[in-house]
């Protein structure tokens, strides 16, 4: 009878044991890693924006472009291309420093050329018919230097800017009153090309 019992213990602990199953392993459930997901999509989002710029840049590059036409007389620096996007400051009579009204003028003219690394130009200083050829003519070189040294405390190169005096030689309006030699005591910016 002791062997029964025995045999009746152990056949339920046994049972008991089965019942009970092996205690369950704890899995962990892996789910998807968020700092596996960042960089992935950190580096996703850096190709959508190197993509974006880089399409916006030709974009504008092409618009630039457009906006050249080839001048028939070579320049100093080769062939020189005039644009649109680069605006004419002016001078008062017998004067080559920089008017307030046109500082906002270089500022746009430096952020383009800051926008288009590759870009040089040529400026040419320009004076009306009063005065000696060769007063206007250093008179011219003075205004086209002027305008250099601005445009270089804005944070464009001088490596990238020549300078030439036309002095009265060029003017954009042949007339001859105050109205035309206003226009005619500039500084007209180019774009050279070799």
Not at 41 to 69: I, M, N, Q, T, W
Not at 153 to 159: D, I
């Amino acid at each position: 009878m002791v062997k029964k019992v025995y045999i009746l213990i152990i056949f339920s602990l046994c049972i008991g044991l089965i019942l009970m199953g092996c205690p369950k392993k704890t899995v962990m459930k892996e789910e998807p890693s968020v700092k596996r997901e960042e960089p992935a999509k950190a580096e996703a989002e850096r190709l959508a924006k190197e993509r974006e710029a880089k399409l916006s840049e030709e974009a504008a590059k092409k618009d630039f472009e457009k906006g050249l036409v080839a001048k028939k007389e070579p320049g100093i620096e080769g062939v020189v291309f005039e644009s649109s996007l680069l605006k004419d400051i002016h001078f008062d009579f017998d004067k080559y420093d920089i008017r307030p009204e046109d500082v906002a003028i270089l500022k746009e003219n430096a952020d383009l050329l800051k926008k288009y690394q590759k870009v040089k130009i040529q400026i040419e200083g320009h004076c009306d018919e009063r005065g000696t050829s060769e007063y206007n003519l250093a008179l011219g070189e003075r205004r086209a230097n002027s305008t250099k040294n601005y445009l270089m405390t804005l944070g464009v190169s001088p490596e990238r800017i020549s300078t030439i005096s036309y002095g009265e030689e060029k003017p954009l309006d042949p007339g001859h009153s105050e109205e035309a030699w206003a226009k005619n005591r500039r500084a007209h910016t180019i774009i050279t090309a070799k």
